[in-house]
């Protein structure tokens, strides 16, 4: 027995991938987070040049706050503070620069991410500015600023479908 030959089918047309188009929000999104990164980059490098001056105003703080211990010890622990507050703000800008990739991508992990960070500056630089006297530093707080608006523009509805997180409505 033979098998009766089938019909002639047409074949099937294959999906295209749809580019999907980036909101308006989200490119406003990812720039306030780049210039949150760079203002914040900047501040710290133009409070490194009043190192000096920032070493023994803390380096005084810490002597009057500890005045029983040795000046090597007060200068090392003046050292490590600013170390400390200057080094944070540059790792945290190189943060901000790495989830913002994720967050131009669509990775819906990353707004998350950001909000936390955005936390993490805002604090940071409420203790840097308050612990350290520089001018310079106004920028930290000018830079968490921006990041708070930033996380704000990231989370409105028409960036929700960038997201996948359903139809903008």
Same mark, same amino acid.
């Given at each position: 027995m033979t098998r009766p030959a089938s019909p002639h089918r047409p074949r099937l047309q294959r999906f295209q991938p749809v580019e999907r188009i980036k909101p308006q929000v989200v490119k406003t999104a990812v720039w306030l987070w780049l210039i949150a990164a760079v203002v914040q980059l900047v501040s710290s490098a133009l409070a490194l040049t009043e190192a000096q001056e920032l070493l023994a105003d803390l380096t005084a703080e810490v002597a009057q706050g500890f005045p029983a211990e040795d000046a090597g010890t007060r200068e090392r622990v003046a050292v490590g503070v600013l170390?400390? %507050?200057?080094?944070? =703000?540059?790792? #945290?800008?190189?943060?901000? #620069?790495?989830?913002?990739?994720?967050?131009?991508?669509?990775?819906?992990?990353?707004?998350? $991410?950001? !909000?936390?960070? =955005? !936390? !993490? @500056?805002? @604090?940071?630089?409420?203790?840097?500015?308050?612990? #350290?006297?520089?001018?310079? %530093? $106004?920028?930290? @707080? !000018?830079?968490?600023? $921006?990041?708070? %608006?930033? @996380?704000?523009?990231?989370? %409105?509805?028409?960036?929700? $479908?960038?997201?996948?997180?359903?139809?903008?409505?």
């Open positions: 170390a400390l %507050l200057l080094g944070t =703000a540059g790792l #945290l800008a190189l943060l901000e #620069l790495g989830f913002v990739i994720a967050l131009n991508r669509g990775k819906r992990w990353a707004r998350i $991410v950001l !909000v936390l960070l =955005a !936390v !993490v @500056v805002l @604090v940071h630089a409420v203790i840097a500015v308050g612990g #350290l006297r520089s001018t310079f %530093l $106004v920028g930290l @707080v !000018v830079a968490s600023g $921006v990041a708070v %608006l930033a @996380v704000i523009a990231s989370f %409105l509805p028409a960036a929700r $479908v960038w997201f996948g997180g359903g139809e903008k409505r």
